[in-house]
Structures are given as C-alpha cells and as structure tokens.
C-alpha cells in the first residue's frame, strides 16, 4: 500500500515539475537585474531569534539569490553588489551612482525589470529619488525586510521573490518606483516606514497602497496620479553632486540655532519639519525669512506624517516667497527640492514641481 502511494506521490510530484518547467520556458523567462545594496535584507543575526541587534549588509547578493531558488522559475535573475551599507548611511552620491546605474541597465533591450534590495530605513526616500530620475517604463522595485536572513520566518526571502515577480511582470510596466514588501505593492511618493520593528512597517498614511502581491502575481487596485521617471524633468546623468538642503524639525520651544548653522555652512535650501499643518514658531519663522532673503529656498513641510500642506494655510507663502510642500513628508520634501534646484531656483516654478511630483 505504502509503496503504491509513494509511487503515485512521485509521479505527481515529477508532473509539476515537468509542467512548471513548459511553463516558464527559460527563453521566455523575464531577465531581471537585483541590484544589491545592503540593508537587514542581507542582514545576520547571531541566532535565530535576534530580530533586533543584528548585523545589517553581511550577505552578499549572489547568496541572496541562492537563497531563494524559486526566483529562477519566474525569471532569468542576475545580480550586482552595488554597496554593502546599512541604509541609514545612505547619502547623495550613493544614490546618483544607483540612479546612473539603473538607467544604464533598463537601457539594455535584455533587461526587463529591476529589484533593488535596500536597508528599511532609508528606502522609501531611495525609492522616491528614483521615481523622479530613472528614464524608462520598465518596472524597478525596492525591497527590503525587518528581519535578518538567519532569523525565525525570515521576511527577506519572500520579500525578494515577489519583488522579482513584481519587477518582470507586465502590470509592473509604467506605475514608477514600487516599494514591495509584506505581499503589498507601494508606490514611490506616498509610502513611508511607520513602525521601528514590525513587518508591516511601510504604509501609505490616507493616500493608500497600490495592490497585493498573491499566489506569484501582481494585483493593482490603483496608480499614482503625479508624474514619475520619463514625464519628470530631472535628468541626473550629468549630474555629480546634489545642492545641499537640509530639514529643520520644530517642537515647542524651538530656537533658530540649528537652522542658522544649517545656513552658515552653505544650505541651499531648507524643508522645515512643522509642527501641525506646516506652522512656523516665531524663532524659526524669522530665521527662515531671514535664510529667504538670502537666496535659500524654503519648503514647509510637517512632521504630523499625513495631510496637506496647503500653500498659504498656516503662513503666507505669498509674502514669505516660500514653498508649501502638498503632501510630501520633509524626508521626500528635502529630494524634489534637491533636484528641483537642479533645474531652477525661482520659488513659483518649484512650488509648480510639489503640485506635480
Ligand atoms: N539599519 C537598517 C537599514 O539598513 C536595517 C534595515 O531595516 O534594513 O535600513
């Protein structure tokens, strides 16, 4: 009786096999291109329940890959170890060599889509960076995980298979930047990390994600309604350094010290974190003003996490001549600035540019 079953279990079992090899012929395989940076996705932990107080960017990314060899019957996958960091040392010139990066593979007629395995910390602004400055339709996904590879129900793995689905399939195709972990797709401008530690960290506060990861494929409910990659005007492939803009957070009882050493040491422009709907504590306001008059570029954003910034709300950007930043928290806020100073520093078309991104 026990053989009888074990024969038939075998033959099942070898019929999927065979059936899931004709499906997904290695010639019509999507080639997607995993871009390695660091980050807990390629964390490790000293046992297997250390879920906190782990290394970060140990695991490189050719062990990334073999670690998950499901990938290969949905894509033809390669892999390049663009840095090893822990996202929170991420800087500028990390991200115009990832950006150049990316754009000089989506090039390539034998590249369909693009995973970037990235820290947790930083993603959602890597993300945003790059749905302003990649040039193509092609699909780039970021992904991440909060827990190390070495730990209990690891994130990571499955994270990184569907962001490879993700990022081969059609759906994919001309919804910019997606951010995928925790079988949700996000866009690029309204995802944000919300919690320190748990796996459905990354929401879209109010504006909502965009669909589900499930079952190997993608489910889109939704798409942005602001302009990314080719309809944007930001072009970074002359580019070797950004102009330097900085974030002031206000609490009550703020003073003007950090933002007048922020000015003194050459920022060109300035997002103030705001408390409430972007208000301006007088310290601040003057010293602002005063930054304004100077030549810096000014943004009001908020610290609150969700909600607009209403141009002339809480302060009269008419008079004030400064930048009201819509819904972009001061970390995607400080981005568009930087790039938009690439391009122009007259206030009108920059706040044109936080009505449009
Ligand atoms: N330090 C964090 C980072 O690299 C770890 C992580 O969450 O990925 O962003």
Known sequence: MRTLFSRALGLVLGLAVMMAAQAAEPGKLPHVVILATGGTIAGS????????????????????????????????????QVFQI????????????????????????DVDGIVITHGTDTLEETAYFLNLVVKSRKPVVVVGSMRPSTAISADGPINLYNAVILAGSQEAIGKGVLVCLNDQISGARDVTKSNTSTADTFRNPDLGMLGYMQGNRAYFYKTSTRKHTLDTEFDISKLDSLPQVD???????????????????GAKGIVHAGVGDGSLPNPVKDGLLKARKSGVLVVRSSRVGSGIIARNGEANDDELDFVASDTLNPQKARILLMLALTRTSDSKAIQQMFWTY
């Open 247 to 265: 974030i002031v957070y206000s609490y009550a009882n703020v003073n003007a010290t950090a933002l007048n050493a922020l000015v003194a040491a």
């Open 86 to 109: 822990a996202s929170e040392n991420m800087s500028n010139a990390h991200w115009l060599t990832l950006g150049k990066r990316v754009n000089a593979l989506l090039a390539q007629s």
């Open 45 to 80: 932990g000293a046992t297997t329940t250390t879920t906190v107080g782990y290394t970060a960017a140990t695991v490189g990314v050719q062990s990334l890959i073999q670690a998950v060899p499901e990938m290969q019957k949905v894509a033809r996958v390669t892999g390049e």
